[in-house]
Structures are given as structure tokens and as C-alpha cells.
């Protein structure tokens, strides 16, 4: 069965940074595009990046590029996100999401994806 669980998440103070990861598990990443979406409560939820199946494309949000990073280790069958310089306006279910059928290239359409985590929240708060 196709699996895949978010960790990292977590309460952190305004400017402060954390690392998410996405493991997949019943099936190798390495020929899936990930991308990591948020959602905030009361809001729709929104790609925030992407990354293609190599790690040779990448997308981001405008609202968090040079903020955020996001990479892919296909060895550990994981795909991380750091996130640095938190505001409060990040604060949101973070979820991870894959694609088999985009080569070479992500977006960050929710309807692209077809297999979700169940999410990790993120809360920045002083």
C-alpha cells in the first residue's frame, strides 16, 4: 500500500526554522514528483513547493521563496522541506503529496497528486 507520513512539525518561535520530512513507504519515491501543500484553518489548502523526480526542478510559493527549501534524498525514500525565517502567516497543516505521471518538471496544482500524507502542523507563535 502507497504510504506516505509527514514528521517535523512542530511549535516554533517567529524567525525560527524546522525540517520536514515526507517518507514514503510501498513504493520507491524515485518515480514520484513530490510537492508539500499547507493549510491553515478556515483556508483552502495551497502548494507551497515542489520538487521533480531527480531534484532537477523545483517550485516554490512566492510567499516562501528563499525561505524554504525543499530536496529529495531517493536513497532514504525521503523528501525534506526546511523552513526558515517562520512567520505566524505559516502556520498550517503541513501535507505531502505524490505524482507518477509528471517527468522532469512539478507544479503545485492540488489536483496533480494523488496520494496524500496525513499532514504535520506547524505552528509560529511567540
Known amino acids: 500500500q502507497l504510504q506516505l507520513v509527514e514528521s517535523g512539525g512542530g511549535l516554533v518561535q517567529p524567525g525560527g526554522s524546522l525540517r520536514l520530512s515526507c517518507a514514503a513507504s510501498?513504493?520507491?519515491?524515485?518515480?514520484?514528483?513530490i510537492g508539500w501543500f499547507r493549510q491553515a484553518p478556515g483556508k483552502e489548502r495551497e502548494g507551497v513547493s515542489c520538487?521533480?523526480?531527480?531534484?532537477?526542478?523545483?517550485n516554490y510559493v512566492d510567499s516562501v521563496k528563499g525561505r524554504f527549501t525543499i530536496s529529495r534524498d531517493n536513497a532514504k525514500n525521503t523528501v525534506y522541506l526546511q523552513v526558515n525565517s517562520l512567520k505566524p502567516e505559516d502556520t498550517a497543516v503541513y501535507y505531502c503529496?505524490?505524482?507518477?505521471?509528471?517527468?522532469?518538471?512539478?507544479?503545485?496544482?492540488?489536483?496533480?497528486?494523488?496520494?496524500w500524507g496525513q499532514g504535520t502542523q506547524v505552528t509560529v507563535s511567540s
Open positions: 510501498g513504493f520507491t519515491l524515485d518515480y514520484y514528483t
Open positions: 503529496a505524490a505524482n507518477f505521471r509528471l517527468i522532469g518538471l512539478c507544479v503545485l496544482s492540488r489536483a496533480e497528486y494523488d496520494t
Open positions: 520538487i521533480s523526480r531527480s531534484g532537477g526542478s523545483t
